[in-house]
């Protein structure tokens, strides 16, 4: 190892580990001009970590613009050069690892339509095999934690020391508030099944537009992510691909600027005690609901012994309207939204209804 990649591999170290990790730049490079002013805007900015770019560009139709290819890596190499910011590309094949890896490029990610498919994946990890590249995953366009999950563990097995999660959202049929629905509970389980992995989130793929790309940040820093990544680009108007969810950096730096970020967890013995006092109490809570939750059911059952006996159907729905509506109203009282009130009974009424079920064919 030559002492400048020595300095390189050390300083690479440093970044992955820093908390938050901002990965900026644009969706795609599309001109040597283009990657040198965004990525020196985004240097000045003092705020951006790697400097990303696409060079290959899964498109979902043809004929739409599919990345600049291998011609784009001396661009990015020639930004790292001037700007210090190490840079990272999408990868979806064998032979984008290798060209990405010819051209010293710091970090790789696998995008969201080859997560999907294990083939694709494991050709990535099969080229991955014996470099020490670190790698970002992003969730699989549909929301199926097992293949997010899957691809991670095709890394580790590939002797992927580095790897990081990006939460991109997922997509939706017809028109919704987002590109790709958030749907938090997905990377709040990913970030349950693996504690320590760097957990980034992108925005800007979630929002598909720029006015929704700092509420989406913040609600990510509040879970604790551990990173953002948002594109940027110099001319987002006239940007090649993906133009009305780009901005520009200055515009990024005002947005780093007005977030809030917080810690995971802090020594003060003052908040720790106020703290522990408060979840003592929400465990109490949580043993009170169960057990109630348990009694509900008792009930059930004996509901449905009488139904049983009486050869009566388990579902009734206009009792079930009924409970609905009074819950509903109930629920509006104590601050509780429509929407968890429906999943929470939707939950409930499924477990008598199991109940039940078992009861009559007992
Ligand atoms: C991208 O990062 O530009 C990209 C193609 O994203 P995704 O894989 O999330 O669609
Ligand atoms: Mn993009």
Redesign the pocket.
Known sequence: MTQQTETMTKNLTDIWAKRPLIISGP??AESEEQVLTTARALASTGKVDVL?A?IW??RTKPGMFEGIGVKGLPWLVKAKQETGLPIAV?VATARHVENALQFDVDIL?I????TVNPFSVQEVCDALKGTNVPVLI?NP?NPDLELWSGGIERLIKAGVKEIGM?H?GFSNFGNTEFR?APMWQLPIEMKRRYPDMLLVC?P??ICGNRTGLASISQKSIDLGFGGL?I?SHVDPDNAW??AKQQITPQVLLEMLDHLVWREESSDEKEFLNALAKLREQINQIDDELLSLIGQRMKVADKIGQYKKENKITILQTNRWNEILAKAFEKGEKFGLSKDFVTRYFDAIHMESINHQNKIMND
Do not use: F, L
């Open positions: 969706c795609s990303r696409g560009k899964p999408e990610w995008g969201a339509r080859t992003k366009v990006i991109r790709n992108d800007s793929h990544m594109e691909s993906d």
